[in-house]
């Protein structure tokens, strides 16, 4: 399972109706289909966020069906690993155009929904390279941290419109595509417990967890909470050094 299936289940099982976007049909069918065999509600919307009008029509479709949105959840991401010698212009295009652009298109088109609710957030999915990294993860770093950044000015623009904006920042989750790393290390079992050495809980989260932090921001619990980057990597971020 991965960090949005994660999200759209936990928000699902909250009472909300889940629409999922994503560029893999087959993908976030499944996850529709999960929510719906749970007895959930959810609907997909096959859309590929690098493609700037896709993207701002969004909106009308969506208005079309209902008449605001409660939350907005920006959780689509791509990784690139590589120095700043091996990243190509268009490898650093690519990232930004789904890591960053992606979240300002989607919230930009579906503000007048947020709107029209009174009480509503968005949550942004960065991570922890957001405030901390290593070396070869320039344009992944960059893209986290101007997700984060950008998260701060639209919580002092949209707060006054009803709309909450945060950030959630996950370390190691629980992942396939963690899981793939492993695999491809020559030593899946020393790597994993090197990961947990690191981590001063010593423990990886799971997806779900992170989708109940999200749960927990776009609730009446976080009504007063706007405009944060919230870690949720075992206090991974608080070590001076790794």
């Not at 101007?146 to 707060?159: D, I, N």
């Amino acid at each position: 399972m991965g960090i949005g299936a994660g999200i759209a289940a936990v928000l699902a099982e909250a009472g909300g109706h889940v629409i999922g976007v994503d560029v893999d049909a087959a993908a976030g069918r499944a996850v529709v289909n999960s929510i719906e065999s749970a007895g959930g509600s959810a609907e997909f919307i096959e859309l590929d966020l690098r493609e700037v009008e896709a993207v701002e029509a969004l909106g009308d479709r969506l208005a079309s069906t209902t008449p605001h949105l409660d939350a907005v959840v920006n959780n689509a991401g791509v990784a690139y690993f590589g120095g700043i010698s091996e990243t190509q212009p268009e490898d650093w295009n690519q990232l930004m155009a789904v890591d960053l652009r992606a979240p300002y298109l989607v919230t930009r088109t579906c503000l007048k929904l947020l709107e029209a609710a009174e009480d509503a957030s968005v949550v942004n999915i960065a991570s922890v390279h957001s405030v901390m990294t290593v070396a070869t993860m320039t344009a992944y770093a960059a893209a986290k941290g101007g997700v984060a950044a950008m998260t701060r000015s639209l919580a002092q623009e949209l707060g006054p419109r009803g709309v909450r904006v945060n950030t959630v920042s996950p370390g190691f989750v629980d992942t396939p595509l963690f899981r793939a790393w492993l695999d491809s290390e020559p030593d899946p079992e020393a790597s994993l417990a090197r990961v947990l050495s690191i981590i001063p809980t010593g423990r990886i989260a799971t997806p779900r967890e992170i989708g109940q932090v999200v749960a927990f921001l776009v609730s009446d619990l976080a009504r007063s909470i706007s405009g944060v980057n919230l870690m949720v990597d075992g206090a991974l971020t608080t070590r001076l050094m790794h």
